[in-house]
């Protein structure tokens, strides 16, 4: 892992941001700092002050899969007052923590997030996340970061086994939530947010979204 650079100085004068680089040690200031210089990074994570940065994202394995939850996850939310669904927000979670989930879905208002200078503060109900070649980083250091800052429930869509595992933290510690005799896991948190794993798993959208009447 390469360790904290230091800020070099422009022929001007003024400080250069050298740009992240996975595996940087960083705190969460840092990070951001970083993050907001470089606006051709698209996507960075801070995790237990490490950066991570993930590879190209392919339509087989990352990109389909992510527009499904977020379409099974967005309709949800339209038809609830005071939930909100959010893509690739940036998460505050801490001095070392600060994530970009691919789906979150939470309380507008009397909820665990915060909104601060357009970035949303705090661990959110419920994160979502799609993992191809990132299911150890996923399954591991994520679960143990969302868990440390009180994320209600994690769902990891572990694509290439043909998984998905829904989380339910309780009494500090994350329980797998099991899908019942018709194949459906039930959230816990948002009444109604029914999934047919299943049908999510084959690609069957209409019948995902008939699981949320």
């Not at 994202?57 to 939930?83: C, F, I, P």
């Not at 690739?88 to 309380?107: C, H, K, N, W």
């Not at 339910?168 to 019942?180: A, I, T, V």
């Amino acid at each position: 892992m390469s360790m904290r650079k230091s800020v070099a100085a422009a022929p001007s004068g003024r400080p250069v941001v050298p740009p992240l680089e996975n595996g940087d040690r960083l705190t969460r200031r840092e990070f951001h700092e970083r993050y907001l210089q470089h606006p051709e990074i698209k996507k960075a994570e801070l995790v237990e002050g490490v950066v991570h940065m993930p590879s190209p994202v392919s339509t087989d394995h990352h990109a389909d899969q992510h527009g499904q939850l977020a379409t099974w996850l967005g309709v949800y939310a339209v038809r609830h007052e005071n939930v909100r669904m959010s893509l690739d927000a940036t998460l505050i979670l801490g001095e070392t923590d600060e994530p970009q989930p691919d789906v979150v879905l939470r309380r507008s208002e009397g909820g665990r997030t915060k909104r601060r200078d357009g970035y949303l503060v705090g661990g959110p109900e419920l994160v979502a996340e799609v993992s191809a070649s990132t299911v150890s980083y996923d399954m591991h250091f994520k679960k143990e970061m969302y868990r440390r800052h009180g994320v209600q429930e994690y769902i990891v869509w572990r694509v290439w086994d043909g998984e998905l595992d829904w989380f339910r933290l309780r009494d500090g510690q994350y329980d797998s939530l099991r899908p019942d005799a018709a194949g459906i896991i039930a959230s816990e948190v948002f009444p109604g947010l029914r999934l047919n794993v299943a049908a999510l798993l084959a690609g069957d959208m209409a019948a995902v979204l008939e699981g949320l009447e």
